[in-house]
């Protein structure tokens, strides 16, 4: 049911702050401690040794993969793989003695995901999944399952799916870390507040968003830019663009303009630039909008800070560098919305694609 909505798609990001808190709720104490034992069924042990992680994904489930990857390493302390499922099944995948597998899909069928899957368990190797559709083939299999517990996603953009992703993704950095005797505890406790801030994003940026799609949906091309964090979430944004919109869009980390995209920088080109202020690189970000700018393109600006450079910006709440994901991906996918709104698609069902992958 729709729920008074016109479109799956918007009830489902307007769900995030719900799907986040039922995600994490049972899962952090009070006091920061995450209680992951009784799905983890891998014993304590070998994730205390664990020397790499490998995830693999396709889609948006593979850009929650990648954006979690830095908190990933911080707090386990090793190094992590994200790969595409697609490519992974035919690459000869090198393990480490103690590998960790995690598959990612909010279907739990995905034939890309699925089939790594097959082959890793096939090594001897440690599988974990991270799925939301209960009982499915990718939750079975796997040797432990980590539901995320985002509710039935209809419309075949994922959203609500995503931040849920995420959501188990840090907590079971914090869990390795926690096994591993590391302070993580300030941090979980942090993430408890994500499901709050997620509401108030979507309730001040909803109609920001409404706004500028209005205005821009016309325009052929986009460009999407980020550098850290914000990186994989240029990417998700330029997917979301592109898969219900039919609009060219390019995901690209900032630093990268310069080797090649800035090449299609115009005014018929609009760049979206996603930057924290308390990102490493933030100066760095507002130069790649001043080379924009002196091409005559123009900038959407998704930040906590405003800056006189861009044309537009989409103010965000303050949150934690390390958390922003949760919420940066907002107006993102409200975007993204709008667009194909006004462009009058069909957004729950986009021509030539399906809720579930299921063939290769
Ligand atoms: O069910 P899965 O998470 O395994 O699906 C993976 C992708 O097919 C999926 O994320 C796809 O990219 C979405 N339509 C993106 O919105």
Do not use: W
């Not at 702050?17 to 983890?40: A, C, F, H």
């Not at 630093?255 to 308390?278: F, Q, R």
Request: net charge neutral; aromatic share 10%.
């Amino acid at each position: 049911q729709k729920s008074g909505y016109k479109h799956f798609m918007l009830k489902e990001i307007a769900e995030e702050d719900e799907s986040v808190r039922n995600t994490i709720q049972s899962r952090i104490s009070e006091n920061g401690k995450i209680l992951l034992d009784d799905e983890i069924s891998i014993d304590k042990g070998f994730i205390k040794n664990i020397d790499r992680i490998t995830i693999v994904a396709c889609g948006t489930s593979f850009y929650a993969g990648l954006t979690a990857k830095p908190i990933l390493e911080k707090y386990t302390g090793v190094k992590v793989d994200v790969e595409i499922g697609s490519e992974f099944r035919y690459y000869n995948y090198i393990y480490s003695k103690n590998n960790l597998f995690i598959a990612i899909s909010q279907s739990g069928e995905t034939a890309d995901t699925k089939e790594p899957l097959r082959m890793a368990k096939e090594k001897g190797i440690k599988t974990l999944s991270i799925v939301n559709v209960k009982e499915s083939a990718i939750a079975r299999m796997a040797d432990s399952c980590i539901y995320t517990l985002a509710g039935p996603e209809i419309s075949v953009a994922s959203t609500k799916a995503f931040v849920s992703q995420l959501a188990v993704l840090y907590m079971l950095a914090f869990y390795v870390g926690q096994i591993k005797g590391k302070q993580i505890e300030k941090k979980a406790k942090m993430l408890l507040s994500i499901p709050k801030l997620i509401k108030t994003t979507f309730n001040n940026t909803v109609e920001a968003a409404k706004k500028l799609a209005e205005e821009y949906h016309r325009y052929k091309n986009f460009l999407y830019l980020g550098r850290g964090l914000c990186y994989p979430l240029a990417l998700e944004g330029a997917l979301k663009l592109k898969e219900i919109s039919y609009i060219h869009a390019e995901g690209y980390p900032a630093g990268e303009m310069k080797h090649g995209p800035i090449a299609l920088i115009d005014e018929n080109t609009p760049t979206v630039v996603v930057a924290h202020s308390k990102e490493p690189l933030y100066s760095k970000s507002l130069s790649n909008c001043e080379e924009i700018k002196s091409r005559d393109g123009k900038i959407i600006l998704i930040s906590d800070k405003q800056a006189d450079i861009v044309d537009e910006t989409i103010k965000m709440p303050e949150v934690d560098y390390e958390l922003l994901p949760f919420i940066y991906v907002v107006p993102l996918q409200l975007f993204a919305y709008y667009m194909a709104l006004f462009l009058g698609y069909d957004i729950d069902q986009p021509r030539n694609l399906a809720k579930s992958v299921t063939v290769e």
